[in-house]
């Protein structure tokens, strides 16, 4: 019952000017749906470039990817991602952005504005969606980050160091709002992050990956006693 499977993935960019960048080889691994995965590794082993290809935002040079039963050629209806930094657009209430995967998909906004209030509710920002961003603290912003990964109900969240600009005490909290989130909705998550302890916190399974290029160095299941539990 797998609900992510990577098999033979290797990718390779060939920029214009430069030498090619072997980013990423032979990764293959598999998440069954509900789980919690965290991807961790050095600066520049492929950590991005794998969540980017899962996501369907760049392309892969050769192997499978495989996301809800169907191959990844671009970003599908059945994932949600949450970017490093919160990139809300300056210029749209805080619902307006939560709403954008809404438009993208081209669904019906009515039924989706409610969904899109029930999320701001549920980490905190109800009152908070008629905002714009700057009046909103880094950790709210990033908050609303999430609810817009989900407002389409998404049975996958893909995140790329989500809290990485937060202080340590705001992205603790989130960690723990993050841990509650996943509970709740029993979505599949992959997490990119620095941070091995958060990780260790976060998830059922780590995937370390090493360097030059890019690969599984080991897949470590987490059997610690959590708060979950
Ligand atoms: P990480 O997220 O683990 O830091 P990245 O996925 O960002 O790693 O990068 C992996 C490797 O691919 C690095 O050597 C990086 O310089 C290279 N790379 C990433 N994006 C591009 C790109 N758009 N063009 C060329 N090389 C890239
Ligand atoms: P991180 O390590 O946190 O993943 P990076 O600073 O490595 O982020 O990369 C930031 C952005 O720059 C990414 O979108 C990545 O694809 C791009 N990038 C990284 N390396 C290169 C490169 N050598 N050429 C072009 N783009 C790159």
Same mark, same amino acid.
């Given at each position: ?7 033979? $993935? ?6 214009r000017?430069?030498e090619?960048?072997?980013? %990423?080889?032979d990764?293959?691994? !598999? ?15 492929g950590? !991005? !470039?794998l =969540?980017?290809?899962?996501?369907? /935002? ?8 495989? +996301?809800?039963?169907?191959d @990844? ?8 991602? +949450?970017?490093?930094?919160?990139? $809300? /657009?300056?210029?749209r209430?805080?619902?307006e952005?939560?709403? +954008?995967?809404?438009? @993208? ?14 999320? =701001?509710?549920?980490?905190? /920002? ?6 714009? #961003?700057?009046? =909103? ?20 969240? %893909?995140?790329?160091? #989500? ?13 723990v709002? =993050? ?11 992959? $997490? +990119?992050?620095?941070?091995i302890?958060?990780a260790?916190? $976060?998830?059922?399974?780590?995937? @370390? /990956?090493?360097?030059? #290029? ?5 897949i470590? #299941? ?7 539990d």
């Open positions: 019952d797998a609900w992510i499977e990577v098999a033979g $993935l290797q990718k390779l960019y060939r920029p000017r430069s090619p960048t072997h980013a %990423l080889s990764i293959g691994f !598999t998440v069954r749906r509900g789980e919690f995965i965290s991807i961790v590794g050095p600066s520049g082993c950590k !991005t !470039t =969540l980017k290809i899962l996501a369907g /935002l760049i392309p892969k040079s050769e192997g499978v990817v495989r +996301v809800a039963g169907r @990844v050629a671009k970003p599908l209806p059945e994932v949600g991602m +949450v970017f490093q930094a919160a990139t $809300l /657009l300056p210029w209430t805080i619902l952005n939560v709403m +954008v995967p809404v438009e @993208v998909q081209k669904l019906d906004a009515a039924v989706y504005r409610e969904q899109a209030r029930n999320l =701001l509710n549920m980490v905190g /920002l109800d009152g908070f969606g008629d905002k714009y #961003p700057h009046e =909103l603290s880094g950790g709210m912003q990033q908050r609303a980050g999430i609810c817009r990964a989900l407002v389409h109900d998404p049975s996958v969240l %893909l995140m790329d160091e #989500p809290f990485g600009a937060l202080d340590a005490m705001t992205r603790e909290y989130m960690n709002e =993050l841990l509650r989130i996943w509970k709740e909705s029993g979505k599949t998550v992959v $997490l +990119v992050t620095h941070s302890p958060e260790v916190f $976060l998830s059922d399974r780590v995937i @370390v /990956l090493s360097s030059r #290029p890019g690969r599984i160095a080991e470590v #299941p987490i059997e610690l006693e959590r708060p979950r």
